[in-house]
C-alpha cells in the first residue's frame, strides 16, 4: 500500500506549476508570453533571470525530491522507483490541475538524473549547455541533452534505460511544436 501512496504522490509533486505559482505571484501570466507553456525555459522569456532560475530549481527539485521519497519507501524496489520518476514527469507534463497541459519535462527530468547519479546528471548538463550556446536554442539543447541521456545510460548505466528511454520519448513528444519550427527555422532564439 505505502508504494502505491509513493506513486500517486510522485504525480501530484510532478503536477505541480511551480513557473505558473511563481510568475503570478509577481504578476505575470505565463499562459501569455512566448509559448505560453508553463517551463522554466518560458519563465526565461520574461526577461526575469531570478525567476528563471527558481523555476528551473523549483521544476527540478521535485523530480529529486519524488525519487528520493520513492528510494526511502520503496525498499529499494527499482521498479516502483523507476515509475515514480516517470510519473513525476508525467505529472508536469499532465498536471491535472491544468486540465492535463503542463510544461515539457526537461527541468524535472534533470532533478530525476541528480537522484539517479551525478554522471549522468553532468553529462546531461553539458551537453544542454554546449547546444545552447552554439545554436541558442533552448528546445535544441533539451532535445539534444535527454537523447544523450538516454544514450548514456544504455552503454553505461543499463538500469536506468528503459526510464530515460519513455521519459525522453514522453520530451520528445511534448516537443513536437518545436521540432517542427526547428525544422522550418521558426524557433525562438535566445540572443545574449
Not at 510544461?103 to 530525476?112: W, Y
Not at 538516454?150 to 543499463?158: E, G, N, T, Y
Not at 513528444?173 to 532564439?189: A, D, M, P, S, T
Request: some cysteine; aromatic content about 16%.
Amino acid at each position: 500500500m505505502e508504494k502505491y501512496v509513493v506513486l500517486i504522490l510522485s504525480y501530484i509533486l510532478g503536477s505541480i506549476p511551480f513557473s505558473l505559482i511563481i510568475t503570478r505571484i509577481k504578476g505575470i501570466n505565463l499562459r501569455e508570453v512566448g509559448s505560453g507553456n508553463i517551463g522554466a525555459t518560458n519563465v526565461a522569456r520574461t526577461g526575469n533571470k531570478f525567476l528563471a532560475a527558481l523555476a528551473l530549481f523549483l521544476d527540478s527539485f521535485k523530480g529529486f525530491i519524488a525519487v528520493y521519497i520513492a528510494q526511502q519507501f520503496c525498499d529499494n524496489n527499482d521498479f516502483y522507483i523507476y515509475v515514480s520518476a516517470i510519473l513525476a514527469v508525467l505529472g508536469h507534463m499532465f498536471p491535472i490541475w491544468l486540465k492535463f497541459s503542463g510544461g515539457k519535462g526537461v527541468a524535472t527530468t534533470l532533478g530525476i538524473l541528480i537522484a539517479f547519479n551525478i554522471d549522468i546528471t553532468l553529462v546531461f548538463v553539458i551537453i544542454w549547455i554546449i547546444v545552447f550556446l552554439a545554436f541558442r536554442y533552448s528546445s535544441l539543447a533539451s532535445l539534444s541533452a535527454t537523447s544523450t541521456a538516454v544514450a548514456w545510460s544504455f552503454f553505461f548505466q543499463r538500469n536506468l534505460f528503459l526510464t530515460l528511454l519513455i521519459i525522453g520519448a514522453l520530451v520528445f513528444l511534448k516537443h513536437h511544436r518545436n521540432i517542427v519550427n526547428l525544422l522550418q527555422g521558426k524557433e525562438y532564439k535566445f540572443y545574449r
